[in-house]
T-cell receptor, first 112, second 113 residues
Framework: NAGVTQTPKFQVLKTGQSMTLQCAQD?????MYWYRQDPGMGLRLIYY???????DKGEVPNGYNVSRLNKREFSLRLESAAPSQTSVYFC???????????FGDGTRLSIL | KQEVTQIPAALSVPEGENLVLNCSFT??????LQWFRQDPGKGLTSLLL?????REQTSGRLNASLDKSSGRSTLYIAASQPGDSATYLC????????????FGKGTLLTVNP
């Protein structure tokens, strides 16, 4: 039972480099989400996809882009990484309104 | 803008004690409220979800209550165990935005043997 799988688990980038974080879920969920978690700030929503083919901005979308590749996969791209994007990134999914979100184990990203 | 506050930020108790974690939110027009557990270096695990029309939910030693009108929820943990040590997060889905969660910053719970 894989649930929500995020790759990579750890990554170190230099300022200005680009990178795509991958997320896949095997629960046939409709909605998918990207969050970042920072000390003292809690979890904040970056982007979400309510259903396949749609994406919307969350609370902190600047500097990020997303792609809902198909129902299973939702990727997050940093085009030009900045030190302020050092964080732990979580992907989540859920099947429908009123149901709980299921989270992956996170990607720990450091930008030097 | 919805804001979620959790008190206390950290709590340390001896094994066997009953305890209460608190969560408050500023906009009472919520769709539901969830309690999550996060272990160090791990993702979040959903513990309980309370719909806006419900007053409480129970799972094993956990009981979560919701008072929507006052903007408050509590998570009650009975007979705490060292394995309960984790960060507990409260999150709300605000009405009209059924897909998005707003999180509190969490309560770090340590249960001492």
């Amino acid at each position: 039972n894989a649930g929500v799988t995020q790759t990579p688990k750890f990554q170190v980038l230099k300022t200005g480099q680009s990178m795509t974080l991958q997320c896949a879920q095997d629960m046939n969920h409709n909605s998918m989400y990207w969050y970042r978690q920072d000390p003292g700030m809690g979890l904040r929503l970056i982007y979400y996809s309510a259903s396949e083919g749609t994406t919307d901005k969350g609370e902190v979308p600047n500097g990020y882009n997303v792609s809902r590749l198909n129902k299973r996969e939702f990727s997050l791209r940093l085009e030009s990484a900045a030190p302020s994007q050092t964080s732990v990134y979580f992907c989540a999914s859920k099947t429908m309104e009123g149901e709980p979100q299921h989270f992956g184990d996170g990607t720990r990203l450091s930008i030097l | 803008k919805q804001e979620v506050t959790q008190i206390p930020a950290a709590l340390s108790v001896p094994e066997g004690e009953n305890l209460v974690l608190n969560c408050s939110f500023t906009d009472s027009a919520i769709y539901n409220l969830q309690w999550f557990r996060q272990d160090p270096g791990k993702g979040l695990t959903s513990l309980l979800l309370i719909q806006s029309s419900q007053r409480e939910q129970t799972s094993g030693r956990l009981n979560a209550s919701l008072d929507k009108s006052s903007g408050r929820s509590t998570l009650y943990i009975a007979a705490s165990q060292p394995g309960d040590s984790a960060t507990y997060l409260c999150a709300v889905t605000t009405g009209g935005s059924n897909y998005k969660l707003t999180f509190g910053k969490g309560t770090l719970l340590t249960v001492n043997p």
